[in-house]
């Protein structure tokens, strides 16, 4: 009988962006690590941060004034302990990540001093965002994958999407262990099992789940929608980011185009050349980012056309140039000359605020399993991520569960025997138009219906849709082979579901949940805890 091919290591970390390779760093003094990533290694969305991280390093600032500014930015809904830890860990964590060698940008003070540059950013009281000039995600992102793919320690699994969980459940017998994962190796195309005594899921963020998003193809959530299935709870989903203004072209998709474009005076245009931000706050384009995100989505859905403009084009050719040259290109490149034309813009999914829920060693529901970065819900965010703690929670996290992992080490069980995948009731798919069908529609129904603004009717509608999809994606899963099209979209139906039915159970407006329902924020207020079986 053919056995499929089964790995073996100590800790498995599926996701290969700042979360998993900070932890697989950490840990592979000690123990074998294996790294699984979707695409190429580098890929996901740290490589496209580009504003920075925020920590205290200035003398005038403190952990107080951070984890204020924190609490204030996510609305009365962050955990207090986990701003107050994420905040008094951030230093040690940007040291270890200049020991790795991230180049932040450094100048020297009056006194001749070699001081880390800091920049300020929306929702910051001090200058505390460490950076690497506007691409610091890339810095970091490269910089770690140079350091793993030189450890002997850490194996590297690239272009294997991991489909499912094992745990004790799956394997029919008493306990809650998390004992590794079923994986899709992409190249050979053939299911792979990797057994481990600890399992990290890393695998980023689901905004797009949206038609428009700002992250790359590989945030769809799997790691959201494997953790639920395996019976973690998940919270706060309903908090879903959206950038106001990123590019709207067919040939440039997930281009941001920086909010401080609006800083240094461009205006937001209907189709027929009117501004519209004056009607929505007195500070028309300068006004926060939901605001502005609303107010496009407002004046789109109003007025049913495709995306609205932003117009610097009254500005010197000059200084457009010289504080927009990499926008100038970008736009250029796909025939558009910023310094004549407005842009085509729309707001897009940019972050997601809940996920699995974990405590501070990012332990998740199960034992063994924790989750780190964008997959998690650790409380730091609450209704409103501030800018620069999301790479900032990636690694102060990756920190604490190496020490926990470590820690636990010496105790844990060897790995049971894992049976193979069953395949033996599946066909090759012949209705590719089936997933690429739905994948659309899904998109879409979330954009329009879960959107930036919301209504009970609109969740409904789309609550029923997902329902739909569901039963259809299932069916298809349990007859055909499996591809990461279908895989994605497994995953992404389940997190929409999540996201839909914890945007029901909210009857308020708060931080980025928008609806029109309850357009204010109730006088109480509490996380939104969805738990497999119940929910
Ligand atoms: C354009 C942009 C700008 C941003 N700017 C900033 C900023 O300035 N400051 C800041 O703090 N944050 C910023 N963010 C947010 C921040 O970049 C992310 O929250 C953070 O990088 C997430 O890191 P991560 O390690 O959790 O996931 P990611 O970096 O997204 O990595 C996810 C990894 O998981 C892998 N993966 C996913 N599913 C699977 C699967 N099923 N099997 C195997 N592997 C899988 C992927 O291949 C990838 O390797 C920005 C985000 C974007 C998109």
Same mark, same amino acid.
């Given at each position: ?76 809904? !962050?955990?207090? @302990? ?44 001090? =200058? ?44 029919? +017998? ?50 959201? @929608? ?5 019976? !973690? ?36 245009? =209907? &189709? ?23 107010? /496009?989505?407002f004046e789109m859905k109003r007025l049913g056309v495709a995306c609205v403009y ?18 100038? @290109? ?5 025939? +558009?000359?910023?310094?004549?034309? &407005? ?9 997601? !605020? ?11 529901? /199960?034992?063994?399993?924790?989750? /780190? ?20 929670? !990636? ?110 159970? =909210? ?29």
């Amino acid at each position: 009988m053919h056995h499929q091919k089964e790995h073996r290591c100590d800790v498995l970390i599926v996701g290969s962006g700042a979360a998993g390779l900070s932890l697989a760093l950490q840990l592979a003094q000690d123990l074998n690590v294996i790294v699984l990533s979707k695409g190429p290694l580098r890929e996901g969305s740290t490589l496209y941060a580009q504003g920075g991280i925020a920590a205290v390093f200035d003398e005038n600032d403190s952990i107080a004034s951070h984890v204020n500014d924190t609490l204030i930015a996510g609305a009365g809904l !962050c955990e207090d @302990a986990a701003v107050q830890f994420t905040a008094e860990n951030a230093k040690t964590a940007m040291e270890w990540l200049i020991a790795q060698g991230v180049p932040f940008d450094q100048y020297r003070d009056d006194d001749g001093v070699l001081k880390y540059h800091l920049t300020r950013e929306g929702g910051h009281s001090h =200058r505390r965002i460490l950076h690497a000039a506007d691409a610091t995600g890339r810095a970091v992102q490269i910089t770690l994958v140079d350091q793993v793919r030189r450890h002997p320690n850490i194996r590297l699994l690239e272009n294997y999407n991991a489909i499912d969980l094992i745990t004790d459940q799956k394997l029919g +017998i008493d306990g809650n262990q998390c004992h590794g994962a079923y994986v899709w190796n992409r190249d050979n195309e053939q299911v792979e099992v990797i057994a481990a005594r600890f399992v990290a899921l890393a695998t980023g963020g689901a905004s797009k789940v949206y038609l428009y998003t700002s992250n790359p193809d590989v945030a769809s959530g799997d790691g959201i @929608a494997m953790a639920w299935r395996a019976g !973690c709870r998940v919270a706060n989903m309903e908090f879903n980011q959206f950038h106001p203004t990123s590019l709207y072209h067919p040939d440039a998709q997930n281009y941001l185009i920086t909010e401080a474009m609006r800083g240094e005076g461009a205006y937001l245009k =209907r &189709p027929d050349g009117t501004r519209f931000m004056p009607d929505f706050d007195e500070r028309a384009e300068l006004a926060p980012r939901d605001i502005v995100a609303r107010a /496009i989505d407002f004046e789109m859905k109003r007025l049913g056309v495709a995306c609205v403009y932003l117009d610097i084009s009254h500005q010197p050719k000059d200084f457009i140039l010289e504080h927009f040259p990499t926008i100038y @290109a970008k736009c250029l490149s796909v025939g +558009i000359d910023i310094t004549k034309q &407005p842009i085509p813009v729309v707001p897009a999914a940019h972050y997601t !605020c809940g996920g699995v829920m974990t405590n501070l060693n990012g332990q998740t529901d /199960i034992s063994n399993l924790y989750a /780190i970065g964008e997959v998690a819900y650790t409380g730091l965010h609450g209704a409103n991520r501030m800018a620069s703690n999301s790479l900032l929670e !990636c690694v102060v996290f990756a920190q604490s569960a190496a020490r926990h992992i470590l820690q636990q080490w010496p105790t844990s069980k060897p790995t049971p025997e894992l049976p193979d995948w069953d395949e033996s009731r599946v066909s090759n798919s012949d209705e590719e138009v089936v997933i690429t069908h739905n994948w659309h529609e899904l998109r879409m129904f979330m954009w329009d219906f879960v959107g930036i603004v919301r209504t009970t009717k609109r969740l409904e509608r789309a609550l029923h849709r997902v329902e739909l999809l569901q039963r259809e994606i299932q069916e298809y899963y349990r007859h055909f082979r499996v591809s990461n099209n279908l895989l994605e979209l497994r995953n992404l139906t389940m997190v929409a579901e999540l996201i839909i039915k914890s945007a029901m159970q =909210r009857k308020e407006s708060r931080g980025l949940h928008y609806t029109l329902d309850y357009p204010e924020q109730a006088a109480h207020s509490k996380p939104t805890v969805l738990q497999p079986g119940r929910d």
